[in-house]
């Protein structure tokens, strides 16, 4: 009887701490990969950005964990989202140096609102960089949170696969904590995949989602999955055995942060697997400001004055909210029986003894 053939050997660490997977292949930076489906005046384009580095360390970016973008740039076009100018950075960084691409120009004479939904910039081989550059001991104990400024599983997962590449690579290693934040439901596609990596790594995904209103979030999240559609996915990752929580973030003042709607989406969110929840309030910087203040004066009028009072001079809420906001959350969170955030347990000692206000009230 012929002897089976060897099964093929598993990739072993590099002593630098990356992998033995073959160098990295070469893309061209600011080609277009593909065009999207052109949905009435509204045209996606794909371009390559090749990345140095995927792996942002916690020094870089004043954040207590390490952060993955597969994506700059998103679809979902969130009214509130914070990672505009991010996108405008890099896009008039390429666009001003000499013999700049066609498509950065081109990229460059949109409204930066515009680009950033419609001119995605994928970061090719951004597994084989990590890869590369990856050093577990150098992480340790410290988070490395995929998604922290634009949505990893976004439309353009679906092409390209940037996210679960990367999750491919990390299945190699053991022992990191690993957390995941989308809007999407196509997260649950990779199920089997992160039920793998969670028996070897410590790993946390929370799905985002603001308000079970659905005509509200496609107002100011206009090509987010419906909250139904994240419900599902949760479930679908909580009965593959990984462990999943809501993050209701960011809630809106005068908008989302009634007393029965939390309600109503902390059970919902329980009910559908999750094991956590979470949620902050708004921050206003200046790229939300410059989307989601005229959108309050289009739609919200009573509350466009109101907004435009309170965020004058801050970023953030008012302290007075933010404690009567987090009394709220507890207190609906003890009668649900859904714990609080991970990185929120310090949550009741904080705002112990702070009494429930009438919340928009208590800011205005």
């Known amino acids: 009887m012929t002897a089976p053939a060897p099964a093929p050997a598993r990739p072993r660490p590099h002593p630098a701490g990356g992998s033995s997977a073959p160098p990295p292949r070469t893309y061209a930076a600011w080609v277009e990969l593909e065009q999207a489906d052109q949905r009435g005046n509204r045209t996606t384009r794909f371009l390559s950005l090749p990345p140095r580095g995927i792996l942002n360390p916690p020094a870089a970016t004043g954040m207590a964990f390490w952060s993955i973008n597969p994506y700059i740039g998103c679809e979902f076009g ?20 000499p013999g700049a691409p066609a498509t950065a120009r081109e990229a460059a004479s949109l409204p930066a609102a515009s680009a950033f939904e419609q001119r995605i910039l994928i970061k090719q081989g951004a597994a084989a960089v990590l890869a ?39 299945r190699q290693h053991q022992g990191l904590h690993i957390g995941i934040i989308t809007k999407s439901a196509l997260i649950a596609r990779d199920a089997a995949l992160l039920a793998q990596l969670s028996e070897r790594h410590r790993i946390s995904v929370h799905i985002s989602l603001a308000s079970l209103d659905a005509p509200l ?13 994240r419900l599902r996915a949760m479930r679908i990752l909580a009965d593959a055995g990984v462990p999943v929580g809501v993050l209701i973030a960011p809630i809106l003042p005068g908008l989302t942060d009634d007393r029965d709607a939390l309600h109503a989406l902390l059970l919902a969110a329980k009910n559908a697997g999750a094991e956590w929840a979470g949620g902050d309030p708004l921050r206003m910087g200046r790229a939300t400001r410059h989307t989601l203040l005229p959108w309050l004066e289009r739609e919200r009028p009573d509350l466009a004055l109101r907004y435009r009072r309170h965020y004058e001079l801050r970023n953030g809420v008012r302290s007075d ?29 904080r705002w112990s003894g702070v009494g429930q206000l009438e919340l928009w009230g208590a800011a205005s």
């Not at 979030?217 to 559609?229: C, G, H, S, V, W």
């Not at 009394?327 to 609906?332: E, I, N, P």
């Open 321 to 349: 909210y933010a404690a009567a906001l987090k009394t709220r959350l507890v207190q609906l969170q003890e009668e649900i029986g859904l714990p609080q955030a991970r990185h929120d347990r310090t949550f009741r000692e």
């Open 132 to 170: 590369k550059t990856l050093d577990p001991a150098r992480v340790g104990a410290v988070p490395i949170v995929i998604g922290t400024a634009t949505d990893p599983y976004q439309p353009a997962e679906r092409r390209f696969k940037l996210t679960r590449s990367l999750l491919e690579l990390l």
């Open 217 to 229: 979030l496609r107002q100011l999240e206009p090509r987010t999955p419906i909250p139904a559609a």
């Open 78 to 97: 969130c009214s509130y989202c914070y990672a505009r100018e991010t996108h405008r950075w890099t896009v008039e960084r390429a666009a001003n140096r």
